[in-house]
């Protein structure tokens, strides 16, 4: 059985490597517990400040006004601990385009320690009918460029 990686194989989400857009952030002292560690909801709640800069870049050029992005799943998986007053980077990536949802990956990386890793999936929704829509293909473009043009 040949296990060589295909090119197409999809990044470990844990490997630094696999990232190409970066969000800095730091533990703030209301993020944490009182063992001083990062509590499971100020993951998500920084993973989220990330991901809407993520998407507000890629489209920022594009002029849709009744369109939002929402979170309909989320599945986290945490590797280890985050202290205040720590300094973390979270690393975003597409994995796969829709026809009007978006997969998209993200890793909280504490030093060089992978501490959580969220699979996340987001529809884009009208606002004003309340369903979602297809993404255009300027969007579909922007978003393939920050995830480094991988095909997906």
Known sequence: MDTTPSATAVPDGKDASAYSYWHDDTVRFNDIDPMWHLTSTAYLVMM???????????????????????????????????????????GIRVQ?????????????????????????????????RDRAVPIPED?????QALSDGVPL
Not at 97 to 126: K, P, Q, W, Y
């Open 48 to 90: 989220e400040n990330a991901r809407i800069r993520f998407i507000r870049e890629a489209a920022e050029a594009l002029d849709r006004p009744h369109a939002g992005w929402m979170l309909v799943k989320a599945n986290i998986n945490y590797m280890s601990q985050v202290h205040y007053p720590d300094p973390v980077r979270i």
């Open 96 to 128: 796969r385009i829709g026809r009007s949802s978006v997969s998209i990956l993200h890793a909280m990386f504490n030093a060089d320690a992978c501490a959580a890793v969220l699979e996340g999936t987001l529809v884009l929704v009208d606002g004003n």
């Open 139 to 143: 969007l579909r473009t922007s978003l």
